[in-house]
């Protein structure tokens, strides 16, 4: 942990922002800032919603 665990944990807080919200960053100081495209590092969309749910209503009847 530590001080410089605290800052590499913020540091991969900001490039996750960077990417899941769709922002500008330089890659290293030396280049020019990049537009990074808006995506989803993580998350459900409305296909894993219906398939988790598939996977419990069959757990449940697999149990009856």
Do not use: T, W
Request: glycine share 8%.
């Amino acid at each position: 942990s530590g001080v410089a665990g605290k800052l590499a944990r913020q540091e991969v807080q900001r490039i996750a922002s960077i990417h899941q919200l769709g922002l500008k960053d330089r890659p290293n100081p030396k280049s020019r800032d990049v537009q990074y495209p808006k995506r989803v590092l993580f998350g459900l969309n409305s296909d894993n919603e219906g398939l988790i749910k598939d996977i419990i209503l069959q757990s449940f009847q697999k149990r009856s």
